[in-house]
């Protein structure tokens, strides 16, 4: 019988740390970001409150309510940041960089996907372990492919795909659900090995 122990998730482990404070304060919120996501969320640049002040205000008025899931569900709403997202992209072999930091990544992730400020554009590069691994600094034609269908023009000057919403509007998490599911799909394709 094969009983291999499941890793658990950045939000289940997010879970387990608030269920583990009888009733959550902002600090106690922060810290399991900090803990089960590896972010510092007050340091994030450009958000548009203070994070500490927005868990305040919520935390009053969930009235001991609150969980590890609301919680994320506040922090997407109010800042932007999936942390749901990166739970479930984590250890996909992608790294993110957004919000002026590194959201995930990992020295064996195959490729970046980098948003710029205010999340109005995103630019989708190989990675140098995917360089060193396949010989290659350009993304794979599959992946080109894919991610033209979703409207990205491939830009050889950074061997990598480019996106900017036509309208400078913040890229919907629904186009970069759509992003994220074509890399995936590219990796567990051809690059499951690595």
Request: aromatic fraction near 8%.
């Amino acid at each position: 019988m094969n009983n291999k122990a499941r890793t658990m998730t950045k939000a289940e482990a997010m879970d387990k740390l608030m269920d583990a404070c009888d009733k959550a304060g902002s600090n106690d919120v922060l810290d399991a970001i900090r803990q089960a996501f590896q972010l510092d969320l007050e340091s994030v640049q450009g958000l548009p409150a203070r994070p500490r002040e927005a868990l305040d205000a919520y935390l009053n008025s969930a009235g001991g309510e609150a969980t590890g899931a609301s919680i994320r569900a506040l922090i997407n709403e109010a800042f932007g940041i999936n942390l749901d997202a990166l739970s479930a992209l984590a250890g996909g072999k992608i790294s993110i960089f957004s919000k002026n930091q590194w959201m995930l990544q990992d020295e064996e992730d195959l490729f970046a996907v980098l948003t710029g400020i205010g999340d109005i554009d995103v630019r989708i590069v190989p990675t140098d372990y995917y360089a060193r691994q396949t010989g290659s600094a350009e993304l794979p034609a599959d992946l080109v492919r894919a991610l033209s269908l979703l409207g990205y023009s491939h830009e050889a000057s950074i061997g990598g795909c480019y996106y900017a919403d036509p309208d400078g509007k913040p890229v919907a998490d629904a186009f970069k659900g759509q992003t994220m599911n074509a890399i995936r799909t590219v990796i567990q394709q051809s690059y499951s090995r690595f």
